[in-house]
């Protein structure tokens, strides 16, 4: 199978780059093979600002670097794909496409401009790599995509006529033909298509199967966060317990989950104290307006009880993170493959602005907590903060330095 061809030529522009990790995660290709899917790398081929990027991820990563450097639109990029994996048409990912095209980018003689994006997922397959070329201008479509492990290409796709709208795909067959061609849309990605059009009846195609599973696993378990403590503070109807990414809901979330894990619980009080001013006795909902809402409050132990109307903007940002942490996917507004079990995913949350309104004491607790949950393998986090040396010596954190060329 021939390359896909590039969306359109793309000028070289001044970009953020990413200087080496001050803590490389270890090389999961010449160690212990991960069992569970999880993104190791994040690939910025030509998006936004980041050209030729290529973002090592371990359990606990930050992105550090003033602003202007990329952190959020890293972020951005590895959520788009995650909604991708999830099955979402490219407009509903892309509602702005020509924000995400590199800003002196040339249009080349069909005036089409475009990005490439994609990542790499270990599991037990190995690394599976996925690479995603779109045309934003002047019109939106998926134009190339690649999915190969092993230097061996598994599936394919181009648009081979610019009149339609769907692209030719190829994928490793591996019996009577080497390969199967067939149309895919070009609004949605092909990866996540696979299931559905592979027989999967020889070895080829199995291996096809295994590794778009792999990958679709991986992508689809993420949790992106970013606490607004602005819409944090009322009292919001009783619904799912399940948190948004606004955590807008922690009210209803601590109504579900404090009587749910009494141990987890305990430890996110423990945390509270930390993040907290005041004595800090328990964290939990209480009904009010005669039981059509609730409220999450600060028990104080001395039958006070602090609503959090009356929290600064970086308890609640604390708390909020605080609870992503210690919770699972059961608990968290994540897309996830409902047919795969909670044993067999590794949660990935993207916490833009970790260290936001942040006292030093705050940020360090956070970061403790994070990792001893990363380590234990509940969770991992990718987070974005202006600046990591506060982060310097803590065990398995992966620091990414971005800087303005």
Same mark, same amino acid.
């Given at each position: 199978m021939t390359p896909p061809p590039p969306p359109q030529p793309v000028a070289t522009v001044p970009r953020q780059s990413a200087e080496p990790p001050t803590h490389a995660p270890v090389d999961a290709g010449r160690a212990r093979r991960p069992t569970l899917p999880r993104v190791t790398e994040l690939l910025l081929s030509a998006f936004a600002g980041h050209r030729g990027s290529t973002f090592r991820l371990g359990d606990l990563t930050l992105l550090a670097g003033p602003s202007g450097t990329g952190k959020t639109t890293a972020l951005r990029a590895y959520e788009a794909l995650a909604r991708l994996g999830g099955g979402a048409e490219l407009g509903e990912v892309f509602p702005d496409p020509s924000a995400c095209v590199p800003e002196r980018a040339r249009p080349d003689a069909q005036r089409r401009r475009g990005f490439r994006i994609g990542c790499t997922a270990d599991g037990p397959e190995g690394p599976v790599r996925l690479e995603v070329a779109v045309q934003a201008e002047p019109e939106l479509r998926i134009v190339g995509e690649r999915l190969s492990a092993d230097g061996l290409v598994l599936m394919e796709?181009?648009? =081979?006529?610019?009149?339609?709208?769907?692209?030719?795909?190829?994928?490793?067959?591996? &019996?009577?033909?080497?390969?199967?061609?067939?149309?895919?849309?070009?609004? =949605?990605?092909?990866?996540?298509?696979?299931?559905?059009?592979?027989?999967?009846?020889?070895? &080829?195609?199995?291996?096809?199967?295994?590794?778009?599973?792999? *990958?679709?696993?991986?992508?689809?378990?993420?949790?992106p966060c970013d606490p607004?403590?602005?819409? *944090?503070? %009322?009292?919001?109807?009783?619904?799912?317990g399940r948190l948004l990414p606004d955590c807008e809901?922690?009210?209803?979330?601590?109504?579900?989950?404090?009587?749910?894990?009494?141990?987890?619980?305990?430890?996110?009080? %423990?945390?509270?104290?930390v993040g907290c001013a005041g004595p800090v006795d328990d964290l939990l909902a209480e009904p009010c307006a005669g039981g059509r809402l609730v409220r999450a409050v600060l028990d104080r132990g001395d039958g006070v009880r602090t609503t959090l109307r009356r929290l600064g903007d970086g308890e609640l940002?604390?708390?909020? /993170?605080?609870?992503?942490? /210690?919770? &699972?996917?059961?608990?968290?507004?994540?897309?996830?493959?409902?047919?795969?079990?909670?044993?067999? =995913?590794?949660?990935?949350?993207?916490? %833009?602005?970790? %260290?936001?309104?942040?006292d030093p004491a705050q940020r360090a607790a956070l970061l403790a907590l994070a990792a001893r949950m990363c380590e234990r393998g509940h969770i991992r986090l990718v987070g974005a903060v202006s600046d990591a040396t506060w982060a310097a010596g803590v065990p398995g954190a992966t620091v990414v330095h971005l800087r303005r060329d």
């Amino acid at each position: 199978m021939t390359p896909p061809p590039p969306p359109q030529p793309v000028a070289t522009v001044p970009r953020q780059s990413a200087e080496p990790p001050t803590h490389a995660p270890v090389d999961a290709g010449r160690a212990r093979r991960p069992t569970l899917p999880r993104v190791t790398e994040l690939l910025l081929s030509a998006f936004a600002g980041h050209r030729g990027s290529t973002f090592r991820l371990g359990d606990l990563t930050l992105l550090a670097g003033p602003s202007g450097t990329g952190k959020t639109t890293a972020l951005r990029a590895y959520e788009a794909l995650a909604r991708l994996g999830g099955g979402a048409e490219l407009g509903e990912v892309f509602p702005d496409p020509s924000a995400c095209v590199p800003e002196r980018a040339r249009p080349d003689a069909q005036r089409r401009r475009g990005f490439r994006i994609g990542c790499t997922a270990d599991g037990p397959e190995g690394p599976v790599r996925l690479e995603v070329a779109v045309q934003a201008e002047p019109e939106l479509r998926i134009v190339g995509e690649r999915l190969s492990a092993d230097g061996l290409v598994l599936m394919e796709t181009a648009l =081979r006529d610019p009149r339609r709208r769907a692209v030719q795909a190829a994928w490793h067959t591996a &019996g009577a033909t080497a390969v199967t061609r067939a149309p895919l849309p070009d609004d =949605r990605l092909g990866t996540a298509l696979l299931p559905l059009r592979v027989a999967g009846t020889t070895a &080829g195609q199995l291996r096809v199967l295994a590794a778009a599973e792999q *990958m679709l696993v991986a992508l689809r378990s993420v949790f992106p966060c970013d606490p607004r403590p602005e819409r *944090m503070r %009322d009292p919001v109807p009783a619904g799912t317990g399940r948190l948004l990414p606004d955590c807008e809901n922690l009210a209803d979330v601590l109504w579900r989950t404090r009587s749910e894990c009494t141990r987890r619980h305990a430890l996110l009080v %423990d945390a509270v104290r930390v993040g907290c001013a005041g004595p800090v006795d328990d964290l939990l909902a209480e009904p009010c307006a005669g039981g059509r809402l609730v409220r999450a409050v600060l028990d104080r132990g001395d039958g006070v009880r602090t609503t959090l109307r009356r929290l600064g903007d970086g308890e609640l940002r604390y708390t909020a /993170l605080a609870l992503v942490l /210690l919770t &699972g996917p059961g608990v968290l507004e994540a897309d996830v493959p409902g047919e795969v079990p909670d044993a067999l =995913r590794c949660l990935t949350v993207l916490a %833009d602005g970790l %260290d936001r309104a942040q006292d030093p004491a705050q940020r360090a607790a956070l970061l403790a907590l994070a990792a001893r949950m990363c380590e234990r393998g509940h969770i991992r986090l990718v987070g974005a903060v202006s600046d990591a040396t506060w982060a310097a010596g803590v065990p398995g954190a992966t620091v990414v330095h971005l800087r303005r060329d």
